[in-house]
């Protein structure tokens, strides 16, 4: 069963990795690009999420940190430039 889970899972993974590649790739707008860039961060955050369960292991604690931390700070610092307002 837990392997039929993790088939169903990476799949459902790899499916929207695509989505937001293909969002990143045709996006029409910076914005557009920004929210697929951190969409596929998160797919990337829950994939070693759910690798790290599957697994039962927490090694990968930190990682799951540094890609969450990059992703926002990538996401605040591109949006801050995108809109910015006239002084």
Not at 79 to 84: D, E, G, K, L, M
């Amino acid at each position: 069963m837990t392997t039929f889970l993790a088939a169903v899972l990476t799949a459902l993974l790899s499916v929207t990795a695509l989505l937001a590649l293909t969002r990143l790739y045709r996006g029409p707008s910076l914005l557009d690009r920004v929210i697929a860039a951190d969409m596929l961060l998160a797919t990337m955050v829950a994939a070693v999420g759910a690798e790290a369960a599957v697994n039962r292991h927490a090694t990968t604690l930190p990682v799951l940190v540094v890609l969450s931390l990059l992703g926002f700070v990538g996401t605040v610092s591109l949006v801050r430039f995108a809109v910015r307002e006239p002084s």
